[in-house]
């Protein structure tokens, strides 16, 4: 009798064990899950300098910015902005973001990273380009505005897909690697070794790239400094603009005495630079009608 109660007594304590490790493995799988699902819907953060929307493309933080009206049915123009690392764009750049959006153009960027234009930045890149152009109706032809190391970003994407850029512009951008940041801080972000990327340099280098540029006669402005000690103006936007010209692209530099690589207003606050954009965004566009036109 006795051990027919000890039997009884354990088996309860089996069963009950037994129902409260699948309770709490249930309970656990679907903290799991909602777990999952909650990352997903995880938006990312970032401060613009103007009201947008921020997002995410294969795991990157993004960012867009749309001008207040956007016409159903037709490809809104934008402005492709890089480098889109924590803190930028920044405050410097609301004045320029803003001409932008009151014309019409949008203005968006992706974060992949210190990529130095590595491939693999250009992947993601792409995937950004496909994200507003395949998914969202933006023109296929975007006008990319480079500010400093956002030249090795843009450029090394714009040289392997120069039928898809507008123009170029570039506010003190870096066009050659071995300039700024150096091989050997690059190496890195290539996965290779300094003596590698010294050896493969033509391949990764926008000022050895640009001839497809020129071939699709993309228009190119850049603003540089003649004091500019990080970015050197002859080994960067000189060397890049004597280059392009010999392959008989169409680029202005516009030098500016005294500057360096700094935040000084008339950089961000260039009206050439606004109006080169401008014109080439807006390029083949119809023009809005004027009330005095009697439309």
Not at 17 to 25: D, E, P, R, S, Y
Not at 75 to 95: D, F, H, I, Q, R
Request: proline share 5%; hydrophobic share 40%; glycine share 10%.
């Amino acid at each position: 009798m006795i051990n027919q109660y000890r039997s009884i007594r354990w088996n309860a304590i089996f069963s009950l064990t037994a129902a409260l490790i699948f309770c709490g493995g249930m309970r656990w799988y679907a903290f799991g899950e909602d777990s999952k699902k909650a990352e997903a819907t995880i938006q990312p953060l970032k401060e613009l300098p103007i009201a947008g929307e921020v997002f995410s493309v294969e795991g990157c933080t993004a960012f867009l910015i749309l001008p207040r009206e956007v016409t159903a049915g037709n490809e809104t123009p934008w402005v492709w902005y890089a480098p889109t690392l924590p803190g930028l764009p920044g405050t410097e750049e609301k004045w320029m973001f803003q001409q932008f959006v009151d014309a019409g153009i949008a203005v968006a960027g992706i974060d992949v990273g210190e990529s130095y234009g590595n491939p693999k930045g250009r992947v993601l890149f792409s995937a950004f380009y496909e994200e507003l152009v395949r998914k969202r109706g933006f023109s296929k032809t975007p006008c990319l505005l480079a500010r400093s190391r956002g030249g090795l970003m843009l450029y090394n994407w714009a040289v392997e897909h120069a039928s898809s850029v507008a123009c170029v512009a570039g506010i003190y951008p870096v066009c050659d690697l071995s300039s700024w940041p150096g091989i050997k801080t690059a190496c890195a972000a290539y996965g290779t070794t300094e003596a590698q990327l010294n050896a493969e340099l033509a391949q990764h280098n926008p000022i050895d790239r640009i001839e497809p540029l020129a071939k699709a006669h993309v228009p190119i402005y850049h603003i540089h400094g003649d004091s500019d000690a990080v970015v050197p103006l002859k080994e960067n936007s000189g060397e890049l603009a004597q280059r392009y010209r010999q392959l008989g692209g169409v680029m202005t530099l516009n030098v500016v005495k005294g500057q360096g690589h700094n935040m000084w207003s008339g950089y961000f606050r260039c009206q050439e630079l606004i109006d080169f954009v401008m014109a080439q965004a807006c390029k083949g566009r119809p023009k809005k009608a004027d009330a005095r036109d009697g439309a």
